[in-house]
């Protein structure tokens, strides 16, 4: 098992900047690809970035290419998501996932744990 806890997020101006953080707990973190993904009210669940393991790979959409950016610190069993010039559209609740297999062959879905999500509102 593999347990996952989001924080960082909150209220902020269009243009603004937050991190959030994906904690792990639980199995060899390295060991697990992770992604973000988020949902706003009305819409379905969209993939937003994922990071492999050793943090060798990582993916983004392209509605946030340029302005958001995974990375991870296996040590500290920490994945982060750095947003920059965040948008109105950007608000959603986020939420960090892992899984063991078959990573980078699959990092948009098939994810076998998630967190509770972390609310972040970008206002104009």
């Known amino acids: 098992q593999v347990q996952l806890i989001e924080s960082g997020g909150g209220l902020v101006q269009a243009g603004g900047s937050l991190r959030l953080s994906c904690e792990a707990s639980?199995?060899?973190?390295?060991?697990?690809?992770v992604g973000w993904f988020r949902q706003a009210p009305g819409k379905e669940r969209e993939f937003v970035a994922a990071?492999?393991?050793?943090?060798?790979?990582?993916y983004s959409a392209n509605s946030v290419t340029g302005r958001f950016t995974i990375s991870r610190d296996n040590a500290k069993n920490t994945v982060y998501l750095q947003m920059s010039s965040l948008k109105p559209e950007d608000t959603a609740v986020y939420y960090c996932?892992?899984?063991?297999?078959?990573?980078?062959?699959?990092?948009?879905?098939?994810?076998?744990?998630w967190g509770q999500g972390t609310q972040v509102t970008v206002s104009s």
């Open positions: 996932t892992a899984k063991r297999y078959n990573f980078d062959a699959d990092y948009r879905s098939n994810y076998g744990y």
């Open positions: 639980g199995r060899t973190f390295s060991n697990y690809g």
């Open positions: 990071i492999s393991g050793s943090g060798g790979n990582t």
